[in-house]
T-cell receptor, first 111, second 114 residues
Framework: GEDVEQSLFLSVREGDSSVINCTYT??????LYWYKQEPGAGLQLLTY?????DMKQDQRLTVLLNKKDKHLSLRIADTQTGDSAIYFC???????????FGKGTMLLVSP | EAQVTQNPRYLITVTGKKLTVTCSQN?????MSWYRQDPGLGLRQIYY???????DKGDVPEGYKVSRKEKRNFPLILESPSPNQTSLYFC?????????????FGPGTRLTVL
């Protein structure tokens, strides 16, 4: 079955870049997502990438996909304290199928 | 405003007392889903629905029921709650059309079963 793995914790200083990594097992995954969960809140979609893309950039966010290694990363440039949250990687096999989530990476940004 | 709403946001109940958590979306989405979030386990899908009157089990359906009589509503029913169902529950919805499967999440319902 599908499996999505993430490191559980990342700590960075304000102004540094953060890189959150994710690996997945199902090579049929078509869409890969990054969600953000702030304390006490639901999940907010940050960005997603199709499996036929290598990279996607959206302001401070850069997503890199290595389909051969089934590795996905999220880079946050100029990390701010407001970026402190849990970040979830997720994948789905099609545009409307079930999402499989990783366990989440807690990002802590210190001043 | 496009949104997914859940009620109640917080609930403390006792073992065996039937409860329903409501979920409603105003985006005319076909797909709706329930997840539970537990420490160290991430989000696990309970049930999902591809459209009205179409529901399917997710990864952890035991102890839960759902119904999809209308497109906008997808209630989660716990017929006889047990302490291991203490969790944070999220409802989500998305369209079946187009690409990207952007799921919109509700704010969550924190359930404690004593």
């Amino acid at each position: 079955g599908e499996d999505v793995e993430q490191s559980l914790f990342l700590s960075v200083r304000e102004g540094d870049s953060s890189v959150i990594n994710c690996t997945y097992t199902d090579s049929s995954s078509t869409y890969l997502y990054w969600y953000k969960q702030e304390p006490g809140a639901g999940l907010q979609l940050l960005t997603y990438i199709f499996s036929n893309m290598d990279m996607k950039q959206d302001q401070r966010l850069t997503v890199l996909l290595n389909k051969k290694d089934k590795h996905l990363s999220l880079r946050i440039a100029d990390t701010q304290t407001g970026d402190s949250a849990i970040y979830f990687c997720a994948e789905s096999l099609s545009g409307y199928s079930t999402l499989t989530f990783g366990k989440g990476t807690m990002l802590l940004v210190s001043p | 405003e496009a949104q997914v709403t859940q009620n109640p946001r917080y609930l403390i109940t006792v073992t065996g007392k039937k409860l329903t958590v409501t979920c409603s979306q105003n985006m005319n989405h076909e797909y709706m889903s329930w997840y539970r979030q537990d420490p160290g386990l991430g989000l696990r899908q309970i049930y999902y629905s591809m459209n009205v009157e179409v529901t399917d089990k997710g990864d952890v359906p035991e102890g839960y029921k759902v119904s999809r009589k209308e497109k906008r509503n997808f209630p989660l029913i716990l017929e006889s709650p047990s302490p291991n169902q203490t969790s944070l529950y999220f409802c989500a919805s998305s369209t079946n059309r187009g690409s990207g499967n952007t799921q919109y999440f509700g704010p969550g319902t924190r359930l404690t079963v004593l």
